[in-house]
């Protein structure tokens, strides 16, 4: 994807980050990684690479991948509350 370019892929956000943030368990840091990979210059061919691979998980040119799928947002673990907690 970036050929000879060794100075742009050292500046990547996933590159400069930690990259067990773009594989994160909470939906906390899947947002903070999503939010790195929005001026990406490569953001657009990360993408189509990970939907040309079938990426089984993680972010991905700012989208978040689950068993191969774009999906919006991760839940968090646990089951879902039955009310709605007061602000």
Known sequence: MLGEDD?????????????????????????????????????????????????PWGVWGGQLFLQGKVIPRKRPRGRPRKTEVAA
Not at 13 to 29: G, I, M, S
């Open 7 to 55: 100075d742009l892929a050292r500046s990547l956000p996933c590159r400069t980050h930690d990259p067990e943030l773009f594989f994160a368990e909470t939906p906390h840091d899947v947002e903070a990684a999503k939010a790195l990979c929005l001026d990406c210059p490569v953001r657009e061919q990360c993408l189509a690479g990970a939907l040309d691979r079938n990426e």
